[in-house]
């Protein structure tokens, strides 16, 4: 479980670099700050899994769940939904180091 987790938190990081680096190289070409949402970004790469999630959870989560919740997190930036996930599985992940050392009873 916690190698699943640690490579979830690797791709997700990886994704969010690459999110967060469109969002620089557009923002150079503007000479402003943009920042592309999730919802955005997912909608152009692919939008039969947009529609794909949204029936989803419209027909097996109650309507409070997508409609607000769902809707606010797709309006974020998506490399700071990406780090957020990335974050979120490496403390899934995250071994303890032993306090006491390596040949403790």
Known sequence: MRFVARVMSLIFLVVAVIAGLVDAIQSVAAHQL???PLIQSWSEASPG????????????????VWDPAA??????PSFAVFLALSLL???IGYRRKKPAGRFAA
């Open 34 to 36: 943009i920042f592309t």
């Open 71 to 76: 809707i606010w997190v797709m309006a974020q």
């Open 49 to 64: 899994t947009l529609d794909l999630v949204a029936d989803l959870f419209a027909g097996h989560l109650p309507l409070w």
């Open 89 to 91: 599985f490496y403390i």
